[in-house]
């Protein structure tokens, strides 16, 4: 059983979203400062924190269920917006995951 001290669910910006924060940034993370930032392969934007996780198996598959149901989901609803507005959005379900 793997534990986790710091477990927390999290999502990574698209490549083009952090490319547009270096460019913003890059005057302040060349300056000295007492601030500590993090490398670009760990940059995220955490939805929630957990703590301390005894057993890291049993919460990744309960995340992936959950998180595979939710895209389900989502994808349904889309499919049905794309046939009653085709202007608004077009889903292709063999591109996803979760179809």
């Known amino acids: 059983m793997t534990r986790l ?4 669910v999290a999502v990574v910006p698209p490549d083009a979203v ?5 460019g913003q940034l890059a005057s302040l993370t060349d300056e000295p400062s007492p601030l500590r930032w993090v490398p670009r392969h760990q940059q995220h934007l955490t939805l929630t924190f957990l703590g301390r996780v005894d057993d890291a198996d049993a919460l ?3 995340l992936a269920s959950a998180t595979l149901a939710v895209a389900r989901k989502l994808v349904a609803y889309l499919v049905a917006i794309d046939r009653s507005q085709r202007d608004f959005l077009v889903v292709e379900k063999e591109n996803c995951a979760a179809a």
Not at 5 to 8: H, K, Q
Not at 18 to 22: I, K, V, Y
């Open 18 to 22: 952090l490319d547009a924060l270096h």
């Open 60 to 62: 990744t598959d309960a």
């Open 5 to 8: 001290a710091r477990a927390f």
